[in-house]
């Protein structure tokens, strides 16, 4: 039973985050960074904000003079007094011991605030204008102007050629230089976010078929077959029952998915839910198509290529919160990702949602400083009034910049989308009874109700799909590298297994900065690069003194199948050629089937969305890591917890907030000299430092590139989140 006191503090609280205040130390006018008057044959370059793919290999020539670059972004920068007072703010926000703990901003309160100058702005968009670009809004948090262009405009403007290439049979544009702009307005100005045209990957991947697993290669089955994971599973898997039966539901909470896609069908959605026992028990569940406005221009994209990540981040994130409102906020992107445009302009929306899954990504090499920037002024705008962030850390090992390759040749890297301090990075596992020889039974061979087959909690180690996975290695008798290895022996194991699939994490290495010159070192962490500073949250058992932001924060099952399960989907776009059938039958086994961080990141949204109802806030809580670290620390202490160790599967403590996944890696194989230990043959391991075989990354006790924290038991963070709230803020 909660007591009066507990009322009072839950109560102060929540109304803590019902007050939209400017902050104590208000800055009415900032500092004019444009002081001189424009040279336009004075010209200063904005480095690293060229595509690793704008080379002449993949040149087509010149784009058309009269092409229509519409929907771009100039990002602005603050005074540095300014940037560092909004940053403390930010802090201060998730800090329960400050005055100004849970005042969220809104976006308008940002700009006048902590924005650039009116002065400075008027400045940069009439230089704009003078050059014959079209100006369109400036966002309200004044840190981002759209402009749009002919090509001839735009390479006359930043003295940036925009080429057409071709990049593995696929058409692009993109600049083929880094952009240019005045000197005397450059103080004002971070870069351009983007001048070409490619979009980011999403997190999801296709169930395997049986002959491309870990099973089918040695042909050992386990006792209770492929499994498919319903809505059921999770939730006995990872203890959200009785939060349900208690009516923590997600019900009066918003979850959105950030997409460039609509879903393809809304009754998918709803066959799901029915299918799986949701829409009876918890009828409060919904999904909308939404196209946000505000500054940006956003159009809708209808259903396009990316309709399977959008059914994934429905399906799974309703399955975690069955009573949440789901909105599929999405824009039709250009030059920039829909889903961004879709972000900033439901920022700038009085009620916005709070909670937010985005399942997409791009190496911070790749994207460039500027989009870099971008990203990172987006979510730090989002945490400050009140949004917490869940981002898939990427499905691709260490190796961001070869995402969907058999092969890693660009060396240790992390996506961009989720390196940022502001958001929750999300991993991936796999469940590890059979790697790890774990007797017992963990799914039933029938199905139960609403295809339940999971019977407990199960072993987890690190989602790893690539040859040179140490475990996979060992459960085949043979070293993860030279002629023998699963990797080069394709005489007995094929190449099927080639493949960098798997979750990802690693340290921020090319946040800001530049790559070094030549084609060599595109897309690779080098030169210039620097990485976020590692947050002061980020203190805990295992992580390493290395100065920078690492990733992921938490992880949870995404495996596409490779030792024993994935997740299913219903999809029926009769375009679909991830497996399954369409339209949705009455038999889930025929559906779709995928794993990825794609799934694990709207299932966090939902956890999310579940802390959020027990708490009984309606404005959200921020940036959820400082919380998060903080239930960790407690957990862990300075030696971990032997009790919460994943590889004790149904024998785990039942008071666990985290399971420790501790044994297993994320390696995948390489070649070249970027980071890969190859001490003989054709395929090596991603390793750090390659001097020595030190697969990138392993698990250990704590914190861990792989899995960060670990992964969770749903009732006890959300029980714990309420009791460190009762503990650490005092009635207002």
Same mark, same amino acid.
């Given at each position: 039973?909660?007591?009066?006191? &507990?009322?009072?503090?839950?109560? $102060?609280?929540? @109304? /803590? !985050? #019902?007050?939209? *205040? ?6 009415? =006018? ?5 002081t ?6 004075q ?8 595509r ?7 040149? &087509?020539?010149?784009?058309?003079? $009269?092409?229509? @670059? /519409? !929907? #771009?972004?100039? *990002?602005?920068q603050?005074?540095?007094?300014? =940037?560092?007072a ?27 605030q ?15 204008a003078?050059?014959g ?7 309200p948090?004044?840190m981002v102007?759209e ?8 390479r ?18 993109a600049?083929?230089?880094d ?16 001048l ?19 099973r ?13 994971l319903?809505?059921?599973d999770l ?9 349900f ?6 019900k ?22 029915k ?5 009876r ?17 956003c ?8 309709d ?10 309703t ?26 302009n ?8 709070n909670?937010?899954s985005?399942s ?14 971008f990203?990172?002024?987006l ?7 009140g ?6 850390s990427?499905?691709?090992g ?17 996506s961009?989308?989720?390196s ?18 774990k007797?017992?039974?963990?799914f039933?061979?029938t ?7 999971a ?11 690539s ?7 060992a ?6 590298t030279?002629a ?5 022996n ?13 979750g ?17 070192n ?6 210039t690069?620097?990485g ?13 003194a ?22 299913d ?5 009769p375009?679909q ?7 949705c ?10 794993g990825?961080?794609s ?16 708490l009984?806030?309606t404005?959200?809580v ?9 239930l ?6 300075n ?7 994943s590889?004790l599967?149904n ?5 666990c ?76």
């Amino acid at each position: 039973m909660t007591s009066r006191k &507990q009322v009072a503090i839950l109560c $102060a609280f929540s @109304l /803590a !985050g #019902l007050i939209r *205040v400017a902050p104590a130390q208000q800055i009415n =006018q900032q500092r004019r960074l444009i002081t001189q008057p424009v040279n336009n044959s004075q010209m200063v370059t904005f480095s690293g904000n060229t595509r690793p793919e704008a080379i002449s290999d993949n040149d &087509q020539g010149p784009t058309s003079d $009269a092409t229509p @670059l /519409a !929907g #771009l972004q100039l *990002v602005l920068q603050r005074p540095a007094e300014a =940037q560092a007072a909004f940053n403390q703010y930010v802090d201060d926000l998730h800090n329960p011991a400050s005055p100004n703990f849970h005042k969220w901003l809104t976006n308008a309160q940002i700009g006048t605030q902590f924005g650039p100058s009116t002065q400075d702005i008027a400045a940069v968009k009439s230089w704009l204008a003078s050059k014959g670009l079209t100006v369109g809004s400036v966002t309200p948090d004044g840190m981002v102007i759209e402009f749009s262009g002919t090509v001839k405009a735009i390479r006359t403007a930043f003295n940036a050629p925009i080429h057409n290439l071709s990049v593995d049979g696929v058409s692009h544009y993109a600049n083929m230089s880094d952009p240019q702009i005045p000197a005397a307005i450059a103080p004002a100005v971070a870069g351009i976010a983007k001048l070409n045209d490619f979009n980011p990957h999403s997190m999801a991947h296709a169930k395997l078929s049986k002959t491309a697993t870990a099973r089918g290669i040695n042909g050992i089955e386990d006792s209770s077959g492929e499994n498919y994971l319903s809505a059921a599973d999770l939730a006995t898997i990872y203890n959200f029952n009785p939060l349900f039966k208690a009516g923590i539901t997600g019900k009066g909470q918003t979850i959105v998915v950030i997409e460039d896609t609509d879903q393809y069908s809304i009754d998918d959605w709803n066959v799901f839910r029915k299918t799986f026992g949701l829409s009876r028990v918890y009828p409060f569940g919904t999904l909308t198509n939404v196209h946000p406005t505000g500054t940006m221009t956003c159009t809708a994209p209808g259903a396009n290529g990316d309709d399977g990540e959008a059914a994934i981040d429905s399906q799974w994130a309703t399955a975690a919160a069955p009573n949440a409102t789901i909105l599929n906020a999405a824009c039709k992107g250009g030059s920039q990702f829909g889903g961004f445009i879709a972000l900033t302009n439901l920022l700038q929306q009085a009620n916005h949602p709070n909670i937010v899954s985005i399942s997409y990504g791009e190496a911070e090499a790749s994207d460039g400083a500027t989009e870099n920037a971008f990203i990172n002024n987006l979510y730090q705008t989002a945490v400050a009034e009140g949004v917490s962030l869940y981002v898939s850390s990427g499905d691709e090992g260490a190796a961001s910049a070869d995402a969907n390759r058999t092969v890693a040749t660009h060396g240790i890297g992390v996506s961009g989308w989720m390196s940022t301090p502001y958001n929750v990075s999300v991993g991936g596992t796999d469940f590890g009874q059979l790697p790890l020889g774990k007797t017992g039974t963990y799914f039933n061979t029938t199905n139960g109700p609403a295809f339940q087959t999971a019977v407990s909690y199960m072993p987890e180690i690190p989602w790893n799909d690539s040859c040179a996975g140490a475990l996979l290695s060992a459960f085949e008798g043979v070293p993860n590298t030279g002629a023998t290895s699963i990797c080069n022996n394709t005489a007995k194991f094929g190449t099927s297994l080639r493949t960098t699939a798997s979750g990802s994490g690693g340290p921020s290495g090319c946040a800001t900065g530049t790559v070094a010159t030549g084609t060599a070192n595109r897309g690779v962490v080098s030169g210039t690069c620097a990485g976020y500073a590692k947050p002061s949250w980020q203190n805990i058992l295992g992580v390493p003194a290395d100065g920078v932001r690492d990733t992921p924060d938490v992880s949870l099952m995404a495996s596409n199948g490779f030792w024993v399960a994935y997740y299913d989907v219903c999809w029926s776009d009769p375009k679909q050629t991830s497996g399954g059938s369409a339209p949705c039958t009455s038999d889930p086994a025929a559906w779709a089937g995928f794993g990825g961080t794609s799934v694990s990141s709207p299932i966090w949204a939902g956890i999310q969305a579940l802390i959020n109802q027990n708490l009984g806030v309606t404005t959200g809580v921020g940036n959820p890591n400082p919380v998060l670290y903080a239930l960790a620390n407690a957990e862990y202490g300075n030696t971990g917890k032997p009790s919460c160790n994943s590889s004790l599967g149904n024998a785990v403590g039942t008071d666990c907030v985290f399971y420790d996944v501790t044994q297993g890696d994320m390696a995948v194989n390489c070649t070249g000299t970027h980071d890969c230990y190859l001490p003989s043959s054709t395929q090596g391991v991603l390793s750090k430092p390659i001097a020595a075989n030190s697969p990138a990354y392993g698990t250990n006790v704590g914190w861990d590139f792989a899995t960060g924290i670990g992964t969770t038991n749903a009732t006890n963070i959300v029980n714990a989140w309420k009791a460190y709230v009762l503990a650490h803020t005092a009635p207002q």
